[in-house]
């Protein structure tokens, strides 16, 4: 628990989804993600309700566009270093509001390299740089207090991709753990999930539904109770050194992780 009593608990909000979201969708996605972030605001008041995402093209820079708009602190937690990064933003507008997020950051992590890779691996495409994105996927699913996807409710079976980060904070056992699912059509794909978000690719009840916006929550959101229990909000994220900390877990993690695979 905190260190110092009352103290404002940091609620991490992750973000995953598709780069290739649908042009007519965008402006529905931006007000859900508004309206989703907002709600932890109003209904936590006294913790700080942060935004962690990895600031890929699409659902990621949407969620940090908003997040910073609602002047809430932002995260970025990149899949490899700068460098090897821009690789991964061919289109100019997109790298521009890529660097523009990068700059409003309060901190900025690198998912440290995979043991069993390299950096000469990851920065060419392939199961090693994908891995990358897996790895930091992981880190959301298993330490942010909630998840927003914007997805179309499909499975492309791409590791690190964002059905497989929500089955992986799904599968976060023993912890509160909500998926607000925002419902997207991507550019590339001409399947989806029935609208209203009906089909899921694994099993999950959707507990419930913002026909509006559409959006479907794929787990009941944790009380501030729980939220207050989660493994997040031990003495160590209770410190005024709550970046310094989260580094290290990061770095920690990723280790553990990567070497169990």
Not at 172 to 183: F, N, Q, S
Request: charged share 25%.
């Amino acid at each position: 628990m905190n260190k110092e009593k009352n103290a404002p608990i940091p609620l991490l909000i992750g973000v995953t989804g598709h780069r290739d979201i649908l042009d007519a969708d965008v402006p529905r996605v931006r007000k859900a993600i508004h309206s989703i972030l907002s709600d932890y605001q109003s209904r936590f008041p006294n913790d700080k309700t942060i935004l962690i995402t990895m600031l890929s093209a699409g659902a990621d820079l949407l969620a940090a566009e908003v997040a910073l708009e609602s002047g809430l602190e932002i995260i970025g937690l990149l899949p490899f270093d700068q460098e090897l990064y821009l690789d991964d933003f061919p289109d100019e507008g997109e790298l521009l509001r890529f660097q523009s997020a990068l700059r409003f950051c309060s901190a900025v992590y690198t998912v440290p390299i995979d043991p069993r890779s390299s950096r000469d691996a990851v920065a060419r495409p392939g199961g090693a740089r994908d891995d990358q994105y897996a790895l930091g996927g992981a880190f959301m699913a298993r330490y942010s207090h909630a998840l927003i996807a914007v997805w179309d409710g499909l499975d492309a079976g791409l590791r690190g991709g964002t059905a497989d980060i929500v089955r992986m904070r799904l599968d976060a056992a023993g912890r509160p753990c909500p998926v607000h699912w925002v419902y997207a059509s991507r550019k590339q794909s001409l399947l989806a999930s029935p609208v209203p978000p009906e089909r899921l690719p694994f099993d999950c009840e959707i507990a419930r539904r913002d026909g509006e916006c559409l959006i479907a929550e794929l787990n009941a959101t944790g009380s501030r109770s729980a939220i207050a229990a989660d493994a997040l909000c031990d003495a160590r994220f209770g410190s005024k050194d709550f970046h310094g900390k989260l580094g290290e877990l990061i770095k920690e993690f990723c280790d553990e992780t990567g070497r169990k695979r």
